[in-house]
């Protein structure tokens, strides 16, 4: 599967920004998914990630309560609203893919988009 993000940019702190991440070549809704991020200098991090059928999705303690992910399967997308952005949350968000379980963990992701930049400022 082939994986788009899309939807990064500058914002003020406090604003939203809502990531895109469009998926073609297989049927979407064989994998779970999930965001991940990285700031410059830090290893990349865990945001979110939800599962085949959106029944489950869960989120990093640093994201949790402003951040919602969702999916739309006859899409083929899959989105990040974030909402009360902080100078923190800059980085460069990816987008990933498993056919495995639903995972936090980056390295059972076998299907990467290629980023998209968010920039807060404070």
């Known amino acids: 599967v082939q994986l788009q993000a899309s939807g990064g940019g500058l914002v003020q702190a406090g604003g939203s920004l809502r990531l895109s991440c469009a998926a073609s070549g297989r049927t979407f809704s064989n994998y779970a998914m999930g965001w991940f991020r990285q700031a410059p200098g830090k290893e990349r991090e865990f945001v979110a990630a939800?599962?085949?059928?959106?029944?489950?999705?869960w989120y990093s303690d640093p994201v949790k309560g402003r951040f919602t992910i969702s999916r739309n399967n006859d899409k083929n997308t899959m989105y990040l609203q974030m909402n009360s952005l902080k100078p923190e949350d800059t980085a460069v968000y990816f987008c990933a893919a498993t056919d495995r379980r639903t995972s936090g963990v980056d390295g059972e992701y076998e299907y990467w988009g290629q980023g998209t930049q968010v920039t807060v400022s404070s």
């Open positions: 939800i599962n085949r059928l959106s029944s489950i999705s």
